[in-house]
Every structure is written in structure tokens, then in C-alpha cells.
């Protein structure tokens, strides 16, 4: 294995860091857009289902109480969910930015150090994102369930 020269170190980290720039800008585009999109999917569906059944004349009031609830925890689960994604969208530009910056490319001695915990909550505040919006979901069909089958129930007339 040939150790590279102080030249060939920097051309090599040069090219490296263009691949991970335009890795990273793609990643957060693409992330920061799935993003946007589940959480603006989710407050519709949980929104919209309140004031369905808030402004409907065919409700029994009854259901409004039973389904009401659950879509308010949508709504907020949606929100927890965006928030997550937020933050998780902002800690990885962090890191990124600190692989591609220009002092790493040209000096061996200002590689990044990355904590570790840093580097772990990336993965871990996907899955709390991706729970939250699965709970979001979730109250979302309970909540429809609650009001359909408190509706069969309720006496017509």
C-alpha cells in the first residue's frame, strides 16, 4: 500500500470532498423534501378529519367527543414528526459540513472529530421521526374507526 504525499493527499481529499458535497446536497434535498411532504400529509389527513367531523351535520355528537381526540393527538404526533425531521435535517448538515470543509482538505491535523453521539442521533432521530409519523397514522385510523363505529351505532333519526 503506497502512502500518499502530501500532494496526492490533497488532490485525493479534494475529490472526495466534491463527491460528499454533492452527496450531501442531494441527501438534504431529498430529505428535507420527504420531509415536508409526510408532514404536510399527515396534519391534512388528521385536520381534515376534525373539521369533518366537527362541521358535519350527520355526526352524532357523540362521535365528534369519541373521534375529536385522536385526530387532535394526529395532529400533534404530525407535528412532533416535522419537528424531528427538522432537527434531524439540521444535525446531519452539521456533520457534513464538517467532512467537506476546506480546512480538511488541506491539512491532516483538521480532520473532523466526530462525537459520537453526534453521529448516532442522525439514525436515531429517523426512527423517532418516521414512530411519530406512524402514530400520526394510526390516530388517524382509530380516530375514523371511533367515529364509523360510534355512527352504525347511533339511532337514525
Not at 6 to 26: F, G, L, N, S
Not at 63 to 76: E, N, T, V
Request: hydrophobic content about 50%; proline content about 3%; glycine content about 8%.
Amino acid at each position: 500500500m503506497r502512502v500518499l504525499d502530501d500532494q496526492d493527499y490533497k488532490d485525493y481529499r479534494i475529490k472526495v470532498t466534491e463527491v460528499y458535497a454533492e452527496q450531501m446536497r442531494a441527501l438534504i434535498g431529498y430529505q428535507a423534501d420527504l420531509a415536508k411532504w409526510i408532514f404536510a400529509t399527515l396534519i391534512l389527513i388528521n385536520s381534515g378529519a376534525l373539521a369533518g367531523i366537527v362541521s358535519s351535520s350527520r355526526i352524532v355528537d357523540g362521535a365528534a367527543r369519541i373521534g375529536a381526540p385522536w385526530f387532535i393527538a394526529g395532529i400533534g404526533t404530525a407535528l412532533a414528526s416535522g419537528f424531528i425531521s427538522w432537527l434531524n435535517t439540521t444535525i446531519a448538515i452539521g456533520i457534513y459540513g464538517k467532512i467537506v470543509s476546506p480546512a480538511a482538505i488541506f491539512d491532516r491535523a483538521s480532520q473532523p472529530e466526530f462525537k459520537k453521539y453526534r453521529t448516532l442521533s442522525v439514525p436515531a432521530l429517523a426512527c423517532c421521526a418516521i414512530v411519530a409519523g406512524l402514530v400520526s397514522v394510526a390516530c388517524a385510523g382509530v380516530g375514523a374507526e371511533d367515529v364509523m363505529s360510534f355512527e352504525l351505532k347511533a339511532p337514525i333519526g
